[in-house]
């Protein structure tokens, strides 16, 4: 029941206000809009609502629609705040869900969508700090998953940065989910 209740709150918050401080958001000049399917699908997924182990045709049908916005959100060359925030819920939900394919897919967009604008990625993740656990460790799967080198450059290049805008606890939070092995 905390769970849903959570679930309904954030989904609430997350897509029906505005983006309020015009000068943080100076990047996106309307209110976000997310598609109302868009924002089912989500809500689905973050809830299991439609869930039927039963009907592997139905199944099929909503892993289509959840890769479809995965996709439209994860691969868009300039993100704005809203794209961000809408990647960042899927890495969540995936995250809270363990939807292995995705966590596999956000562990390989990740970096180069924060690369992007790093200010208003880490923006993003500060207004919405419960999303701190899940793209911490999927940026840290970048290179761990993948078996990259410069895991240890990004931190030490980052730190800072992550510092200045998610403040003290949760980049020693993010920091520390960077460092894990």
């Known amino acids: 029941m905390k769970l849903l209740s959570f679930a309904i709150i954030v989904f609430i918050a997350f897509f ?5 401080d015009q000068n943080l958001w100076a990047e996106e000049k309307t209110q976000f809009q997310v598609e109302h399917e868009d924002a089912y699908i989500l809500l689905d997924n973050l809830l299991k609502l439609s869930e039927k182990k039963s009907d592997t045709r ?10 479809r916005i995965y996709i439209k959100y994860s691969r868009v060359k300039n993100p704005t705040a809203t794209d961000i925030k809408v990647f960042l819920l899927m890495v969540f939900i995936a995250h809270e869900h ?4 995705t966590l596999e897919e956000s562990a390989e967009d990740i970096v180069p969508i924060y690369q992007t604008n790093r200010e208003l990625f880490l923006k993003v993740l500060n207004q919405n700090s419960y999303l701190i ?33 998610l403040g003290e606890q949760h980049s020693s939070e993010c920091i520390e989910r960077l460092l894990l092995k």
């Open 16 to 20: 029906s206000m505005p983006l309020i």
């Open 58 to 67: 139905a199944s099929l049908d909503e892993y289509k629609k959840w890769e």
């Open 98 to 101: 363990y939807h292995a394919h």
């Open 133 to 165: 656990p899940a793209t911490c460790d999927q940026l840290r799967e970048y290179y761990d998953l993948y078996m990259r080198p410069g895991k240890k450059e990004f931190i030490d290049t980052n730190k800072q940065l992550i510092l200045n805008l």
